[in-house]
């Protein structure tokens, strides 16, 4: 019974420094980074980057010959997003006549979306733009 007791008592020691002999916990602040070994970690966007993250990603795509005819662009900047993405597409012939468009302004901190407010049918233009403002 004794010896049952001890080696109980072994194994639970044992899980028990091992659980807190191999972990680690780091705290890190946006920017920082973590080197250990061959391991890398860096927390999230650095704080003096002012410039978005991006994302591309397939709008358009055609099924019967496997390939992305247009990709679009996903802007992130801390909580805003902004897509650069066909606005105005022709799927007979797989062209963009018109793809809305963003612009960082670092200093504010905000986007700017430019998309096409009157779109020419006829002609496949955009006659008039319209800008909008994409902030907190």
């Not at 662009?73 to 007979?92: A, G, M, P, R």
């Amino acid at each position: 019974m004794i010896k049952k007791l001890v080696l109980w008592h072994s194994i639970v020691g044992m899980i028990f420094c091992a659980g807190n002999t191999f972990a680690k916990e780091i705290h890190l602040e946006a920017g920082e980074t973590f080197y250990d070994g061959d391991l890398t970690v860096t927390c999230g966007q650095p704080s003096q980057a002012e410039k978005p993250l991006s994302l591309k990603e397939c709008q358009y795509w055609d099924d019967f010959k496997k390939k992305c005819l247009y990709e679009k662009t996903i802007y992130t900047y801390k909580n805003l997003k902004c897509v650069e993405e066909c606005q105005h597409w022709d799927s007979f012939r797989g062209i963009c006549y018109f793809t809305k468009q963003c612009s960082f302004l670092p200093k504010q901190k905000f986007f700017v979306q430019t998309s096409c407010d009157t779109f020419d049918n006829f002609r496949s233009l955009c006659v008039r733009t319209k800008d909008t403002q994409i902030r907190r």
